[in-house]
């Protein structure tokens, strides 16, 4: 359906990884709940009962005619659910910027669009339930880092933002999962607590919780702000930054780092950069610096 590939050249790229701590003083959080394993609904389900796709952040919006689906950064391999139940109508490569995609038609004659997965888990005319795992995210087409592009078709057509109808009211209904990909060999989290849902905030990720988080090796500078713990360490001769969340310490964020000297260090989690030094981190987004808080405590060796 090529109808629904216009636009889909613009840019589907500056999509990074989990980005965890990007707004640091962050009260609320998506939605979640568990979902049982139900049969497919044989009646018709409306745009607004549409479950999220997937957990990460919401690294890209909607622009009619430009970009015309929600952009959801995560870690490869997180698993995609369907949004609602229907039937795989589209399973394969897509030339137009999407690679590994689904396209899924439900019974309202709405579609749903899922696309740069790294695997497809379902197959064309296959039916799916609303929850169900489908595929596993990854940065296949048009992109540059593992995430979701998601789009919505009420009427089979026209794109219209699917932030609209996952709103407040809306559970992000996602199972616990078993683990797709055996080369990951991580367990799978709990449950989340439910928590409201805003759009603008990050979506809380359980799939790919990461369980070596720890500085194994020598911790160069940790400190302590009024909303989080930053560590800069040296494991085993590469540097990594761990940011950790005090309202959410269970979910941990540890992504390579460098140092940019003057005792300064910076990692990149895809659009967003955090530079953190013995004073304060600081927090950009695009260039453009978005926050920036001091230590309460410092620990840190002197170089």
Partial sequence: MKKLTIGRFCSYGSIGLISLIALLTTTTSAFTQVVDDSPIQQTPIPASKLIWPTQGFISQGFRKYQHEGIDIAGAAGTPIVAAASGTVVKAGWDDWGLGNYLEIKHPDGSLTVYGHNRRLLVSKNQQVSQGQVIAEMGSTGNSTAPHLHFELH????????????????????????????????????????????????????????????????????????????????????????????????????????????????????????????????????????IRSDNFHTLNSIKN
């Fill in 154 to 289: 009420p009427d089979g057509r026209l794109a219209v933002d699917p932030m609209r109808q996952l709103s407040t009211s809306t559970a992000s209904k996602i199972p616990p999962q078993p683990t797709i990909s055996a080369s990951r060999n991580r367990p799978v989290a709990k449950p989340p607590i439910a928590q409201q849902v805003s759009p603008s905030q990050p979506i809380p990720v359980n799939f790919v919780p990461i369980t070596n988080n720890a500085c194994n090796g020598i911790t160069i500078i940790e400190g302590e702000t009024t909303n989080v713990r930053v560590k800069v360490c040296d494991d085993q001769g590469s540097l990594f930054y761990v940011g950790q969340l005090k309202q959410d310490p269970s979910q941990p964020v540890k992504i390579p780092a460098w140092n940019i000297g003057k005792d300064t260090y910076q990692a990149n989690n895809g659009s967003f950069s955090y530079l953190v030094n013995r004073e304060k981190v600081e927090v950009w987004r695009n260039g453009s610096q």
